[in-house]
């Protein structure tokens, strides 16, 4: 399980303990939680940094263009008139 997908407080109770040992009980939403840590794996995570300026550049764009498309819309909605009869 990776860190990012627990919460502060979990992490926090997992890092003070040793491999085989019971954390103390926590107190969760559903009721109690006793978690027993069976192994840690260390691994190191390599980004392709490559991808990722790619993935930030098509983030920023798809984010200005809804702007943009909100500020036209709008513009619009000001600036015409529905008449019937």
Do not use: A, C, H, W
């Not at 860190?3 to 019971?22: A, C, D, F, N």
């Amino acid at each position: 399980m990776d860190e990012k997908q627990l919460s502060p407080r979990i992490l926090k109770e997992i890092k003070q303990i040793k491999v085989g040992e019971i954390t103390n009980t926590l107190d969760v939403p559903s009721g109690f939680l006793i978690l027993k840590l069976e192994d840690k794996i260390v691994e190191k995570f390599e980004k392709d940094l490559k991808k990722e300026l790619e993935n930030l550049v098509r983030f920023e764009t798809d984010r200005q263009l809804n702007q943009f498309s909100i500020i036209y819309f709008n513009k619009l909605k000001l600036n015409s008139k529905i008449t019937y009869e």
